[in-house]
């Protein structure tokens, strides 16, 4: 290799993401429990709004996303003008990255914070910086005290995946209050249809000039596979990243279905109603084999257990019933396993196999 062909800095020091583990060597049928993704799936709407852009492919599509942007303004009660949609939301992220964090600058995060924000800082060219969490959880005097005057970007998913905690809003709002001055508090809200009552801190996006809120079609929508998320900010921030999107980035058949998606309150509202009923007996069905689990606020459970070596003998004993879920050592979480909520019978097969696996222990 030519020595002088060199990626910028930065960029070899990416380790690629690790998405979550879809199969199991002989296992015809296994139970995905490791991405965090909807068991429902996602509306039968969104579906056939899909394929029904599938005659229309030789044409491009709409560079403005105004009907899925005005779609979201209503569900949402937001102005569509200050809505941004993005290929996911982690294409959001890196343009958030990439339009106000380069070499010399800092983006900060907590200890066991969504990989991403590290991958896109580094993408950028900026110093990914974390901050500890206590008890699992976000701690806004920790991140406060991280700040200094190279920090650009501070990240912070509410509810943190993969902890599953989360902090109140006045917490948010004293965060917000006490960045530097040239740094941007983004409020990853990927988990926060699941929370009741929480909007995501669209509120502080509304109050604040320092404040952005990222959310995803990928979760309570049920539309990973599609990739589809969307950010909310102040007009001036929206009209950067509206620099950095391509034109074209969302497809006929994302923006139709995620606007199908977004109309259909019905699904949306079984999907989270499943998910918040499941979570709790989920919790509670592990607790009872003796598992710590922190009160779960999104759509998953993060199960912690003695140490790794008891922690990575259950993911094997669930792997040899058919079961995946998520190692978290590459979060710092080595003794845990993360475990998304399923359908009740899904739970009820974890539950068992959990209890079986004290049993054999
Ligand atoms: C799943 C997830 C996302 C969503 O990413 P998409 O690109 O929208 O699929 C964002 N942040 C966190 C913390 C997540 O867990």
């Known amino acids: 290799m030519n020595a002088a062909i060199t990626p910028q800095p930065g960029i070899l020091d990416i380790a690629l993401y690790e998405g979550g583990k879809a199969k199991i060597e002989g296992v015809a049928d296994p139970i995905k429990l490791s991405s965090n993704e909807n068991p429902f799936g996602p509306s039968p709407k969104a579906v056939e709004a899909a394929q029904a852009t599938l005659g229309h492919l030789h044409r491009y599509p709409p560079i403005d996303h105004a009907p899925l942007r005005a779609a979201i303004g209503e569900v949402h009660g937001l102005d569509p003008e200050r809505i941004i949609c993005g290929v996911g939301s982690d294409e959001v992220i890196n343009w958030l990255c990439q339009a106000y964090a380069g070499p010399g600058d800092e983006v900060l995060y907590t200890e066991h914070g969504f990989s991403m924000y590290r991958i896109s800082a580094l993408a950028a060219g900026a110093k990914p910086v974390t901050a500890p969490e206590t008890d699992r959880t976000t701690d806004v005097d920790a991140l406060l005290a991280a700040c200094n005057d190279r920090t650009r970007l501070v990240f912070i998913a509410n509810p943190n995946n993969p902890t599953g905690t989360m902090i109140g809003q006045d917490d948010l709002a ?116 003796d598992l710590k689990v922190d009160p779960p606020m999104a759509n998953f459970i993060l199960a912690r257990f003695r140490d790794r070596e008891e922690a990575e003998a ?48």
């Open 174 to 289: 004293r965060l917000a209050e006490g960045l530097p001055p040239a740094a941007l508090l983004v409020l990853d809200g990927a988990y926060a249809e699941f929370v009741d009552g929480y909007d995501g801190g669209a509120a502080l996006v509304g109050a604040r000039e320092n404040v952005v809120m990222t959310r995803t079609f990928s979760k309570l929508y049920g539309l990973g596979g599609l990739r589809i998320g969307w950010g909310y900010a102040p007009k001036p921030i929206i009209d950067v990243l509206n620099r950095l999107r391509a034109p074209f980035n969302l497809s006929w058949t994302q923006l139709d279905a995620a606007e199908a998606a977004m109309r259909d309150r019905t699904h949306a509202d079984f999907c989270r109603t499943e998910n918040a009923r499941l979570r709790v007996w989920l919790a509670d069905a592990l607790r009872a084999q």
């Open 314 to 361: 259950c993911d094997l004993f669930l792997q040899s019933r058919g079961l995946i879920v998520r190692r978290v050592a590459g979060y710092g979480l080595p003794s845990c396993l993360r475990i998304t909520v399923g359908d009740q019978a899904s739970c009820e097969k974890v539950a068992d196999a959990v209890a079986a696996f004290r049993v054999m222990a």
